[in-house]
């Protein structure tokens, strides 16, 4: 299992209470949570830092300051943050009130996001 499935049900389950659609998608030996066709979160087992992160897609206005709380990383795959997104650790979303608050600033995020292109499908 290459992501952390309970974390997976209580993000699911959040959703659902909060009355949102979402759809799943698996990338990169993670999950990851979709709204109107954009990421809004999803579960990434970091072996740099040794344990599953919550990837919350935030947005830029508030990132400097969710950044300065000690549950937070930088989201940084490429060895390079991408601003907007940040890593939470297990400390920042074992509660769900925490848990809660990350999805809620995720879907506050939402409607100001950009959506991926779709890709090409490449004919054979």
Known sequence: MAYDEYLADRIRQQLKEKRTAFTELKMMGGLCFKVDNKMLCGIHLDKKYGDHLLMARIGESVYEAEL????????????????????VTPDGFDRDDDLSYWLDLCMAFNPLAKASKPKKKKIK
Not at 68 to 73: A, G, I, Q, S, V
């Open 68 to 87: 300065d709380k000690p549950e937070c990383l930088p989201m940084d795959f490429t060895g390079r943050p991408m601003r907007g997104y940040i890593f």
